[in-house]
């Protein structure tokens, strides 16, 4: 969620200048985790340690270690000084804008799990995911701007977790390819008669692509539900929500315009999606 969206959304000029370092501090903290979580080390190193490549296990360990920081920073510990830049900023975060310290392990429990869980046996087990990949981040975003509330964070959840799905079913050939990864739950390979090998050899079959427009119709529905968010936010952070729940539905149009077929090639946005994002957004409610 965390590092994949940034293509998709425009939206990083939209924050307040009073809470940039805040945001700051938290995509750092989450996109070093991110690293960690794909490769066992950081992007500020040139090639790992030691040339190699971390097993799944050398990488939940890193995470763990990392998470270590991550209560010296909330309780006032001294730090070690690998990622104290990183924790130093968000420790101070935390302090001046109480946001939750389980958001951050929230985060981190996702990280770990992707180094471990390939597949999924049921839509629960991938909203599960969902809550604690991508819901902290926009209930993070209310918190910082000062807009936190029960209800807020319900209509959030909503973007963000039909979010991370939209982008699931945009990267079913990227993950396949990379990790050996399927999000798409297990049931429904069951309901629509799909296979394993089905997610790797395109063009997509009939059964696949009816497997993937139910997740893509009720991804639809929960950004539906979560849109009304930003008609109780105000400017500019309005336009950033509307700007995040028109660029998921937007990926999913072009799932749809490709009659379902992920397989064959990923679908994304480009420059003109983007200028025309910005337009629609302007005049949505």
């Not at 309901?191 to 993937?212: D, H, I, K, N, Y």
Request: with cysteine; hydrophobic share 40%.
């Amino acid at each position: 969620m965390t590092r994949e969206h940034y293509e998709n959304f425009p939206v990083a000029r939209l924050v307040p200048k009073s809470i940039r370092p805040y945001v700051s501090a938290v995509y750092a903290f989450a996109r070093t985790a991110d690293d960690l979580a794909d490769e066992g080390w950081t992007a500020s190193e040139s090639t790992a340690p030691d040339g190699r490549v971390f097993t799944p296990q050398e990488r939940v360990a890193a995470l763990d270690a990392y998470e270590e920081q991550l209560d010296n920073a909330a309780a006032g510990r001294p730090l070690e000084e690998k990622y104290a830049w990183i924790f130093l900023a968000l420790g101070d975060t935390i302090k001046k804008t109480g946001a939750p310290v389980q958001l951050f392990r929230d985060l981190l429990s996702a990280f770990k799990q992707d180094c471990v869980k390939l597949r999924y046996s049921t839509f629960a087990e991938v909203l599960d995911y969902c809550r604690r990949s991508a819901n902290p981040v926009g209930r993070l975003v209310l918190i910082l701007h000062g807009h936190a509330s029960e209800q807020n964070f319900a209509w959030s959840d909503q973007i963000c977790s039909a979010l991370q799905l939209a982008n699931f079913w945009q990267d079913v050939s990227v993950d396949i390819k990379k990790d050996g990864r399927i999000y798409v739950p297990q049931e429904d390979w069951t309901t629509f008669g799909v296979t394993e090998a089905m997610f790797s050899q395109p063009p997509a079959t009939p059964e696949f692509r009816r497997c993937l427009k139910h997740q893509v119709d009720r991804t639809y529905a929960m950004f539906n539900e979560g849109r009304v968010l930003s008609r109780h936010l105000p400017f500019p952070l309005s336009m950033e929500i509307r700007l995040t729940w028109l660029g998921g539905q937007t990926i999913l149009d072009k799932i749809v315009s490709r009659d379902y077929d992920t397989v064959s090639a990923r679908p994304k946005l480009n420059g003109f999606d983007k200028v025309k994002l910005l337009q629609k957004a302007a005049f949505t409610r």
